[in-house]
């Protein structure tokens, strides 16, 4: 099915089980510590050993020997695989350092070999008997020090660097003027599951069962990377305890799990232990960000400007942490850039909200001290500034970054601004300050106490564009009336399995209860998989497409007109005349599969989620301590498929929001250029304890532009903004303004002596 018109009513929109408040359907699996996780599958195949992936002790340099001798000799050992005995192996298209080092190392904790035995303890217990001799090279690890020397570079959707109308002159003529820099961490996904994977070998033929957010990704790398058919390749992954970005790849785990079980000819399971994980696998980049606003006296933005400098390996990909600017905000003279740094630290890529997080969390704190310059409510200089337009709207990058290689009438035309296909900003505002009791907010910092406590308030939009990509899903329809969905979207926590599984039910007129989803197989259709908050919206209307093929072979099947025939309570329908659908399709049942396929509507409209942020701190007026009292988020995000397990998203990223603006740092060893934090003793995420109340209020709201299901992403919206509105509110508590994250009570207590 291809999506190259807006949607009109459609089956949807009956919104009998879609835009219910539906408990999820595998939650009594999770909570049950019953749903099979990649590292408890000892169902699928027998024998199974046990690999220990051995990480490198150096970030840069080379392995000048491996004395395994002692190892291959201790108890239960089956075999060692390094780079040596591996065979050739190729490199992912879309992982940066090999996933098997040695000789030459690209980064610390990089995988130089895997151990593989008996039980998990003797392949542990024999690791730490190998004896490897390194060369280091010198490497670059700080990324303040690299600044100077990075380049501009594209972002996977948009150029890097952008610029409208004479910011420079804007900006110099400008009565009230910002120019402030920040700085964000380098953060770690620490999700609760770690990376793990088993893997087993049919003569040429390989099965791996591992955690991952996106299937087809991840059989195509594989396959690459070992030099086989991507046919020759199966990869399971039907639940995943979270992911936030670092499972979107083929990892360490998977590839090794492979090795071992071919050279030990027999399965075997790896999981990366915790300590290996922030190091081996990916991270967020830190960011250091510097913000230029000129604005009218009366709060009119007339020039913007926003510089991003992140790091990565060579070859990797950057923190956009300027591109949000190109449509938040009104503003006639604009400038945005996205400079890379060449780093020896360990690979960064994806984490929730890519681009987005960081970003906001810098401009959302720019846009609080210029309203401060200006004696502005924060929410009315945020409204006065809201634009229905895309203020800079660049072109895709271009096959080359070298402007001349453009012809002249091409560098000569304007950019567009084309219009939102809706913008609810302001709704999103008016709406939380409202609830929130803004009004009672005291706009001069350090005033309100309770107690020991100094309380304050603070607000912060949300903003994160709308991805949609194309996914397929195949149906089966029963003798018994029972419908299956099989497609390889995956579940990483975020309810997948539920807003498919009421997608079908809507389509088809049938109970919840008659409809069963299967997902995360490669031999299923290719969905869209689970990643830049595409995922809900896109992997629905694949299933949305797939049921309008079921339901126009269900109708002629039955004599009726495709037009007229209506499904509900099981049965199709066309005038007086109804047939059960379980009659339809008989004791051979009824197969359909599509694909939903998107135009360029996200061409003609841009196409984005918004939302406001409000949060309520309470500082120590002795320790600096900070604890968050209370946060609403409103968002603007199409028509929500299930108010519940979308709310769970929202304050999902609400939460990681917090770590990022009060705890979550990866500590940089600039000697050695590794993190030293690598686990959760170290590197300190939000628990239960410093979470209170959070509240979620979504707009009502459809999106036409967007898919059949009238949806948008909403997974990652709930993290853009909230570090700063959380920044935002200890200013206003405390007077004291921390533009390095995380705002850790070291940064605060030197300046508040005031208050002790």
Known sequence: MKFDTPATTNPIDQ?????????????????????????DRFDVVANQAYGYVVGSAIAKGRIVSMDLSAAKAAPGVITIVTAQNAGKLGKGSLNVARLLGGPDIQHYHQAIAVVVAETFEQARAAAALMRVEYARSKGTYDLAASKDKSVAADSFNAPGATSIGNFTGALASAPVQLDATYSTAHESHSMMEPHASVAAWDGDRLTVWTSNQMIAWTVGDLAKTLGIAKEKVRV???????????????????????????AARRPVKVALQRALIPNNTVHRSATIQRVRIGATRDGQITAIGHESWSGNLQGGGLEAGAIQTRALYAGANRMTSNRLALLDLPEANAMRAPNEAPGLAVLEIAIDEMAEKLGMDPVEFRIRNDTQVVPDYPSKPSSSNDPQSKKPEEQKKPNPHPPFSKRQLVQCLQTGAQRFGWDKRNPRPGQVRDGQWLIG????????????????????????????????????????????????????????????????????????????????????????????????????????????????????????????????????????????????????????????????????????????????????????????????????????????????????????????????????????????????????????????????????LGICGAAAAVANAVYNATGVRVRDYPITLDKLIEKMSAFA
């Not at 039907?238 to 071919?262: C, E, Q, T």
């Open 15 to 39: 919104l009998k089980v879609v835009g219910q408040p539906v408990d999820r359907i595998d939650g009594r699996l999770k909570t049950t510590g019953t749903a099979p996780y990649a590292y």
């Open 236 to 262: 399971m992954s039907p639940y995943v305890g979270g992911g936030f970005g670092a499972k979107l790849f083929l990892r360490s785990d998977a590839l090794m799990a492979a090795l071992a079980a071919r």
């Open 457 to 716: 308030m603070g607000v912060a939009s949300a903003f994160r564009d709308n991805l949609v990509t194309k996914s397929a899903a195949r149906v089966r329809l029963d003798g018994r009336g029972n419908l299956m969905v099989e497609t390889d979207m995956t579940d990483i926590g975020t309810g997948s399995y539920t807003i498919i599984a009421q997608t079908a039910a809507e389509m088809m007129g049938l109970p919840l209860q008659k409809v069963t989803v299967r997902l995360g197989d490669s031999s299923f259709p290719v969905s869209c998989g689970s990643g830049g908050q595409w995922g809900g919206n896109s992997s629905t209307s694949g299933v949305y497409a797939a049921c309008m093929k079921l339901r126009e072979a269900v109708a002629r099947q039955a004599g009726f007109g495709v037009e007229e025939a209506t499904f509900a309570d099981g049965q199709v329908r066309s005038g007086s005349r109804a047939v059960a659908l379980a009659d339809v399709a008989g004791s051979r049942g009824m197969v359909a599969e599509d694909m939903i396929e998107f135009s360029d509507l996200d061409k003609q409209y841009q196409q984005s989620t918004f939302g406001a942020h409000f949060v309520e701190v309470a500082v120590d007026i002795a320790t600096g301590e900070t604890r968050v009292r209370r946060m609403l988020a409103v968002c603007a995000a199409g028509r929500i498929l299930n108010p519940k397990t979308a709310r769970s998203q929202v304050i999902g990223g609400m939460t990681m929001g917090v770590g990022a603006a009060l705890m979550e740092s990866l500590a940089v060893d600039a000697r050695h250029g590794f993190f030293v934090n690598h686990d959760l003793a170290g590197y300190e995420v939000p628990v239960h304890a410093d979470i209170p109340h959070q509240e979620v209020i979504f707009l009502d709201e459809t999106d036409p532009i967007s898919s059949p299901m009238k949806a948008k992403g909403v997974g990652e």
